[in-house]
């Protein structure tokens, strides 16, 4: 019998906004901002500062989220544009990844209300801690490449897409764990870490981190355990963290804003070299049985386990790639059409590098080239392709053509 994928921890409401620079631009010249004021940390308090992090983030192309000292600010901001209501969270949009291809799973959640319900996935089975109805929405900004946004003393060019997450949400700050989690974990195939990195209490994190571990005791000694990294609030929580659960983590997975972040450098993502370095360095300071590593132009698992993932991260990449030029709408046949799409050179390159040089294996990415591209949830997207290849998720699925080598 089949077993269940658990997803978690927390989910989200989010506020969508559509892009548009000439707002951004207004803002900028109502609040007098400057170019050499950009930055990506400086503490967001009111509106302004929200911006200033938006136009730095968007100035250098990068990615991120961040703590927001009231809702009210993403309120405010978030009334000068269209917007659209959707679910987030890691393990939520991966959920909604799986539901497309017909793969039911269980999500953990730590905060209610009638959106969540509504929008929630009829095949989604939720274990929650949430003893009440609430809403604390995150603010997502996904801008365009090429986008400009005009200052007081200049301009700013997005050299890429990326997306943003601003937050002020006290339940997955808080991160209560279901006392019947470890009922749904007992049967299950995989289960997914995700959702620590919005904590600010030490002393809650750890009790926390307590409350997982002994939940995670009733998981099947066979069971994938795949941790997705992310933007932490507090760094040094990320340690913390991994300490606590990396003797059980089988996978942990990270994007280039979070390899880089850990790194403290920049890194080329299309120098063999350069990548080959950066892997083997992420590797040493997280020495998971695979550490997976996804871009926009590859995704390679380093390891002495990184060679059971190959299927894992072909599916990843597919189901990461479809919802880059479909969005939400992703089916079966939308990932076979995507298969027909060709490889990044760049990235197989990479990948050929990496694979020669260390125990890792590697997948070029698609080059998808739409007028429209959905990059929030990309990630989210790509944990849930990669879930899709466990065994029992996969015949779930009759994922067997789209999971074929290519």
Request: glycine share 8%; net charge negative; hydrophobic share 50%.
């Amino acid at each position: 019998m089949a077993g269940d994928l658990v997803l978690g921890l927390g989910g989200t409401v989010d506020y969508e906004i559509r892009w548009d620079a000439t707002v951004l631009t207004a803002l900028a010249a109502e609040y007098g901002i400057h170019r050499g004021e950009l930055v990506t940390t400086a503490p967001i308090v009111d509106e302004r500062t929200l911006v200033v992090t938006v136009l730095a983030f968007l100035a250098h192309g990068g990615g991120g989220e961040r703590f927001v000292s009231s809702s009210d600010i993403i309120e405010r901001f978030a009334a000068r544009f269209d917007v659209a209501v959707t679910l987030g969270g890691t393990g939520v949009r991966a959920g909604i990844a799986l539901d497309r291809i017909g793969v039911p799973t269980v999500q953990h959640l730590v905060s209610i209300d009638d959106t969540v319900r509504r929008l929630l996935p009829a095949s989604m089975r939720v274990v929650s801690s949430a003893t009440r109805d609430t809403l604390d929405p995150h603010l997502i900004v996904q801008y365009p490449e090429g986008t400009t946004v005009t200052l007081l003393d200049g301009a700013v060019t997005a050299p890429s897409a990326n997306r943003l997450i601003f937050a002020n949400d006290a339940p997955n700050r808080e991160m209560a764990i279901a006392a019947d989690l470890g009922d749904a974990l007992a049967d299950a195939d995989a289960f997914l870490v995700s959702g620590f990195n919005t904590m600010q209490d030490a002393a809650l994190l750890a009790s926390r981190l307590d409350d997982l571990v002994v939940a995670m005791r009733r998981l099947p000694p066979e069971a994938l355990v795949y941790y997705e990294d992310a933007g932490f609030y507090e760094r040094t929580f990320a340690e913390i963290v991994r300490r606590r659960l990396l003797d059980r983590i089988d996978v942990y997975g990270m994007n280039e804003d979070e390899l880089q972040e850990y790194l403290g450098r920049p890194v080329d993502l299309l120098s063999p070299e350069g990548v080959a370095a950066a892997l083997a360095e992420a590797h040493a300071l997280i020495p998971a049985p695979a550490l997976v590593v996804h871009t926009k132009y590859w995704a390679i698992a380093v390891g002495p386990e990184a060679d059971r993932h190959r299927a894992g991260l072909e599916s990843a990449v597919r189901t990461a790639a479809t919802r880059y030029r479909v969005g939400d709408a992703c089916t079966l046949a939308d990932l076979d059409a995507t298969a027909a799409f060709p490889r990044h050179s760049g990235g197989a390159a990479v990948v050929a590098a990496v694979e020669e040089r260390m125990p890792a294996v590697g997948v070029a990415a698609h080059v998808v080239d739409v007028p429209h591209p959905t990059t929030i949830g990309l990630g989210d997207t790509f944990v849930g392709g990669f879930l899709a290849a466990v065994p029992a998720a996969a015949r779930a699925a009759t994922l067997a053509g789209q999971l074929r080598e290519t």
